[in-house]
């Protein structure tokens, strides 16, 4: 019988890893929420182009009420963070 010691297959590995880099998160004072909010800001960072290449203004200017909002938001969770910063100042701008 050939078995293997170390690490196990299967979705208990999956569930260990998980649990190890979320303990060294916490440990590490990083928030969920921070964490999220930073990869939503790299999302829309990487979309922002498409409302500059919209023909139709009106749906712009109706998609971009709304994604503002979320910038406030996100600006809620991570004050400090000069990509969504200049990504929400931007927005304004081209709102107004």
């Known amino acids: 019988m050939n078995k293997r010691i170390g690490i196990t ?5 999956g569930a260990s890893a998980f649990l190890i880099l979320a303990l060294c998160a916490a440990a590490a004072g990083c928030s969920m929420t921070r964490m999220a909010a930073k ?3 790299a999302i829309m960072l990487l979309a ?3 409302y500059d290449r919209e023909s ?3 749906l712009a ?3 971009s ?3 503002l909002k979320m910038m406030e938001g996100l600006l809620e969770v991570t004050p400090d963070d000069a990509d969504l910063l200049l990504l929400t100042s931007g927005s304004f701008t ?3």
């Not at 297959?9 to 590995?13: A, E, I, L, N, T």
């Open 56 to 58: 139709d203004l009106v």
């Open 61 to 63: 200017e109706q998609a």
């Open 65 to 67: 009420a709304s994604n």
């Open 39 to 41: 990869q939503t800001t």
């Open 48 to 50: 922002a182009p498409t």
């Open 9 to 13: 297959k299967g979705p208990r590995w």
């Open 94 to 96: 081209r709102y107004a």
